[in-house]
């Protein structure tokens, strides 16, 4: 694409509606597990049985939220030019408590048996926020050398 192109309009509106699939994922993985409390509670299903089901859910609804807040940023942040300095620290403070929050997760959900999605993210995210915080002290150097020409 070339540099004076901009995207088109409808494009930000992708970004809300996807959004707003993933946090109708979770209602429905909600409703779903919800199901499986009715099975445990009337005694077909071990409570081991619930904790394996609601291990699956959990991350599901968490990578769902994840997504969540990265479509609600596009498309706030589609507005505006995303090349600014501004923008795209607020991308890297984003990424950055994303980044921590998906370090502490095992902390506070059980891993599944594979625990490799769970590394795999961890290093997807760390990537992201690194190249997202290089580029803000890149755009914010080219800003302050832009801003003492004559």
């Keep these: 694409m070339k540099a004076n192109q901009q995207t088109p309009p409808w494009v930000r509106w992708v970004y809300l509606a996807l959004a707003v699939f993933q946090l109708l994922m979770i209602w429905v993985d909600v409703r779903e597990y919800q199901q499986y409390r009715f099975c445990v509670e009337s005694g077909i299903f071990s409570p081991a049985g619930l904790q ?82 290089y580029e803000y002290f890149k755009a914010r150097k080219r800003t302050e050398e832009s801003s003492y020409e004559p």
């Design 52 to 133: 394996d089901a609601f291990s699956g859910h959990a991350y599901r609804w968490v990578m769902s939220g994840l997504l969540c807040i990265l479509f609600l940023f596009a498309f706030a942040a589609m507005k505006h030019d995303v090349r600014k300095a501004k923008w795209i620290g607020i991308l890297g403070g984003l990424l950055t408590a994303m980044l921590l929050a998906w370090a502490c997760l095992p902390l506070v959900l059980p891993l599944p048996s594979s625990n490799a999605f769970w590394v795999i993210m961890l290093v997807a995210l760390a990537g992201a926020t690194i190249y997202a915080w």
